[in-house]
């Protein structure tokens, strides 16, 4: 398996189940539903937190192969 597609894989099983447990159960029942700044912000946090995670797979790569 390619490393950048098992990167790309780690990031998929963090964002897609977060977006999907947000979107499709926790938020339509909320005092939140609806397309507005929370829901703006929600997104924001989830892919926000990508870039780091990506980062940390890569430094944890880089200590385990060095």
């Known amino acids: 398996m390619s490393y950048w597609w098992a990167i790309g894989l780690y990031a ?3 964002a897609l189940p977060t977006l999907a447990i947000g ?7 909320s005092c939140i539903d609806g397309f507005n700044e929370m829901t703006i912000g929600f997104v924001g ?3 926000g937190a990508l ?4 980062l940390l797979l890569r430094q944890t790569r880089k200590a ?3």
């Open 64 to 66: 385990t192969v060095a």
């Open 12 to 14: 998929l099983t963090y």
């Open 51 to 54: 870039p780091p995670f990506l």
């Open 23 to 29: 979107f499709l159960i926790v938020i339509p029942g």
């Open 45 to 47: 946090v989830v892919l």
